[in-house]
C-alpha cells in the first residue's frame, strides 16, 4: 500500500465527519451524464460515440484564486460550474467525446496550494476530492456501467484522482478486464506503481495507461522535478519514440475553437516531453508562457481523438460487441 493510500484510509472517515459528502444520486451534482451537456461541446462531436464504450472523465485544477481562503471548492458554486463547461469540458473532455459516453461529476476540488502545502492542509483537501470521484464513479459503475469498456481521462488534478481509481478499482481486480485506456496527463507516476497495470507504449494497445507532461524547449528545472524519472510517452506517436516531427501532429485545439495541425517537433526525455514553440497564428501567446503544462490536453487534442478510437476499436473487435 503506497503513502498516499495510508493517507486515505486514516484520513478520510476525519474528512467525512467535518464535510458532507457529494449525492451522485443527485443529477445536478454531474456536468455530464451519458454525454447529454451544453450545445458548445456539439461542434467537436463529429462521430457517433459508441454505445459500448464509456468515457469517465476529471477536470484539473481550475480552483486557483489565491484570494480564496477555502481549501476545497463548493460543488453548487454557479461560476465554477460554468469554467467546469466552458473549459474543461469543452476543450479537454471533448477530445474523447467522439468515443463513447461521457461521464463528468462535479466535485469538492481542491485548491491549487493543496500541492504545495501538503503538510498544511493540502492533503486533507485532495483527500477530500478524491472521497468524492471514488464515490461518482462508484456511483457510475452501479448506475451506468452495465459491463461497457471504460476510458478513464484526466489531467493535473484529474489525473491524480484516476491514478487512484486505477489502484482502487483496477490494479489486480476484475475490473481491470474493462479497461480500454486511461489517460493520465499532467502528473507524474512512478514506475511500477501498479502490480498489473502497465504503460502503454503502442498506439494500439489497450488495458493499460499513458501519461506526458509537456514543457518548453528550455525546461524549467524547478517544475521538472516533479517528473523527472517518470512513466512517458511521446503522445504523438504513441510510443517512446524520441522524436515526432511536426508533419506527424495531428493538431492542437486553441481558445478560439480552431484546430491548428503541424505544428511543432516532440521530444521525448526523461519523464518529459518538450516541444518547439508552436507554428500557428497566435504563436507570439506562447512566448508568454513559462510552461506548457496549461496544454497537455490540448496540444494533441486531435492526436488525442484519434487514438482514443484506434483503442476503442481494438478493445470492440477483441470482445466482439
Same mark, same amino acid.
Not at 458548445?40 to 460515440?49: C, G, K, L, Q, S
Not at 497495470?197 to 495507461?209: A, C, H, N, Q, V
Not at 509537456?214 to 512513466?231: P, S
Given at each position: ?23 451522485? &444520486? *443527485? ?11 451544453? @450545445? !458548445? ?23 486557483? !484564486? ?10 453548487? !458554486?454557479?461560476? %465554477?460550474?460554468?469554467?467546469?463547461? /466552458?473549459? &474543461? ?38 483527500? +477530500? ?6 464515490? &461518482?464513479?462508484?456511483?457510475? +459503475?452501479?448506475? $451506468? ?10 489531467? @493535473? ?5 484516476? @491514478? ?6 483496477? *490494479? ?6 474493462? +479497461? ?28 493499460? %495507461? ?14 521538472? =522535478? ?12 504513441? *510510443?517512446? /519514440? ?16 480552431? +484546430? ?18 508552436? #507554428?500557428?497564428? $497566435? =504563436? ?5 508562457? *513559462? ?13 488525442? =481523438?484519434?487514438? &482514443?478510437?484506434? #483503442? ?8 466482439? $460487441?
Amino acid at each position: 500500500m503506497t503513502k498516499f493510500k495510508l493517507i486515505v484510509v486514516f484520513l478520510l472517515p476525519l474528512i467525512s465527519k467535518a464535510q458532507e459528502a457529494t449525492d451522485y &444520486a *443527485d443529477r445536478n451534482n454531474w456536468a455530464c451524464v451519458q454525454s447529454e451537456m451544453r @450545445s !458548445d461541446i456539439a461542434e467537436f462531436i463529429t462521430d457517433t460515440p459508441s454505445d459500448s464504450i464509456d468515457v469517465f472523465y476529471v477536470y484539473p485544477t481550475l480552483f486557483l !484564486d489565491t484570494k480564496d481562503k477555502r481549501w476545497n471548492m463548493d460543488v453548487q !458554486d454557479s461560476a %465554477f460550474r460554468e469554467k467546469v463547461l /466552458t473549459q &474543461a469540458v469543452k476543450f479537454q473532455a471533448s477530445a474523447w467525446a467522439n468515443v463513447g459516453k461521457l461521464y463528468v461529476p462535479f466535485y469538492q476540488q481542491a485548491h491549487i496550494r493543496s500541492y504545495y502545502k501538503l503538510e498544511n492542509g493540502g492533503k486533507e483537501a485532495l483527500l +477530500l476530492a478524491y472521497s468524492d470521484i471514488k464515490a &461518482a464513479f462508484q456511483y457510475y +459503475l452501479d448506475h $451506468y456501467n452495465q459491463g461497457k469498456g471504460i476510458i478513464l481521462a484526466g489531467h @493535473s488534478q484529474g489525473g491524480t484522482h484516476i @491514478s487512484l481509481l486505477l489502484e482502487d478499482f483496477f *490494479d489486480g481486480k476484475p475490473l481491470k478486464q474493462q +479497461l480500454v485506456a486511461a489517460y493520465i496527463p499532467g502528473i507524474g507516476i512512478e514506475k511500477e506503481k501498479y502490480d498489473s497495470l502497465k504503460l502503454m507504449t503502442s498506439p494500439d494497445e489497450i488495458g493499460g %495507461f499513458v501519461t506526458w507532461n509537456t514543457f518548453k524547449r528550455r525546461v524549467d528545472q524547478a517544475k521538472y =522535478r516533479w517528473y523527472r524519472g517518470k512513466e512517458v510517452i511521446n503522445p504523438v506517436t504513441w *510510443d517512446t /519514440t524520441l522524436l515526432a516531427t511536426r508533419e506527424q501532429h495531428q493538431g492542437f485545439l486553441f481558445s478560439n475553437g480552431k +484546430l491548428y495541425t503541424h505544428s511543432f517537433k516532440t521530444h521525448l526525455g526523461n519523464g518529459i516531453i518538450w516541444i518547439n514553440t508552436p #507554428r500557428f497564428p $497566435y =504563436r507570439f501567446l506562447a512566448f508568454t508562457m *513559462d510552461s506548457y503544462h496549461v496544454g497537455d490536453v490540448n496540444l494533441f487534442w486531435e492526436d488525442i =481523438r484519434i487514438n &482514443a478510437a484506434v #483503442r476503442a476499436r481494438k478493445y470492440l473487435s477483441q470482445f466482439q $460487441y
